[in-house]
């Protein structure tokens, strides 16, 4: 077992996806280039520059080349940087990448990877600060990672190049620094695999990406005041381990779920009716959602932590569930 930064866990996993496989290539670098860690890029660039292209600014351009590459039988890896910019591409992720397979049968294969950052980035503003998740689980055809520990971004973005399905990669800057245990093997960790990240007895609070981090602040606040929170992490949307989740909240009989997609169809909604439909029978209360609020992201940092996932608000929502 070694500690690694998330980001050089990500490094890792590329360096070795691309080391394994000639037919992976990547389009566009900014989740390898962002400063303080623009090195890493240069030095992929300077072994496998002639797999690495840097295209003109233009999503709906370049989404259209790794989806017609990859059904040609390359394995592209598209950096979409912030979310919000696969709106720009949304005809080619959504209605090519998603229904090639189904519309042709079977016959055509996508494996392309599609990598963006999303959520509440600290004065990122409407425009860079989306979190499309929900809107992307809305497309069948698709699988969606997203990672929340060093260890899980390994992991994962192994299994996600692998696929023979197109795959959305959801990550989040804040998580870059986060340090983590990530073991010697190295081995992918298959979608559809959810992760408890902490015990508890006393409620099930389930969280994605970053605000997993969050929640495991929470929940080590709590346990001081005697009230032990199990901390799960779906580590995929699609597909989606309800089991797990079910068999959490069979033992707690509490829900609280946090996530920084859009308090209306956003992630957690779609979770607590997954789990009111299958598990409402293990219920003793009401489901809490804590996600951001139904307005575009404000620039103003105190705006912006208002409208958000906060410990505060998480906290009070596991108040609430066991009160």
């Not at 998330?6 to 670098?29: C, Q, S, T, W």
């Not at 042709?104 to 990598?115: I, N, Y």
């Not at 992918?188 to 695999?193: R, W």
Request: with cysteine; glycine share 8%; hydrophobic share 40%.
């Amino acid at each position: 077992m070694r500690e690694l930064a998330y980001y050089e866990a990500k490094f890792e996993a590329l360096e070795e996806i691309m080391a394994a496989d000639p037919r992976v290539h990547l389009i566009n670098g900014t989740f390898l280039s962002l400063s303080p860690h623009r090195h890493i890029y240069q030095n992929l660039l300077k072994k496998y520059g002639e797999r690495m292209i840097a295209p003109p600014i233009s999503e709906l351009g370049f989404c259209g080349l790794a989806t017609g590459a990859a059904m040609a039988g390359l394995r592209p890896i598209v950096d979409l940087s912030t979310g919000s910019f696969i709106y720009e591409a949304w005809p080619q992720v959504a209605n090519e990448a998603a229904n090639a397979y189904s519309m042709s049968g079977g016959q055509t294969r996508v494996p392309v990877v599609f990598h963006l950052f999303h959520g509440l980035r600290g004065g990122g503003a409407a425009q860079h600060s989306g979190s499309p998740q929900a809107m992307l689980w809305n497309c069948p055809g698709l699988e969606i990672a997203i990672p929340s520990s060093p260890r899980d971004v390994k992991g994962l973005l192994m299994t996600a190049v692998a696929s023979d399905n197109p795959t959305i990669f959801v990550d989040h800057t804040k998580l870059l620094d986060i340090r983590g245990d990530v073991p010697a093997d190295d081995k992918p960790i298959p979608f559809g695999v959810a992760d408890v990240k902490r015990q508890g007895g006393d409620v099930t609070l389930i969280a994605t990406s970053y605000t997993v981090q969050v929640c495991l602040n929470v929940a080590e606040q709590l346990a001081k005041e005697k009230i032990a929170v199990e901390v799960v992490d779906p580590r995929t949307l699609v597909p989606f381990d309800l089991a797990t989740v079910l068999s959490s909240v069979e033992k707690t009989g509490r829900v609280v779920i946090a996530d920084e997609t859009h308090q209306s169809c956003g992630v957690g909604a779609e979770i607590a009716a997954r789990i009111a439909e299958s598990g409402f029978d293990k219920l003793k209360t009401a489901i809490r959602r804590v996600s951001t609020l139904d307005v575009p992201v404000p620039y103003s940092p105190p705006l912006e932590a208002y409208i958000g996932p906060t410990e505060a608000r998480i906290t009070e929502a596991i108040r609430a569930a066991v009160a």
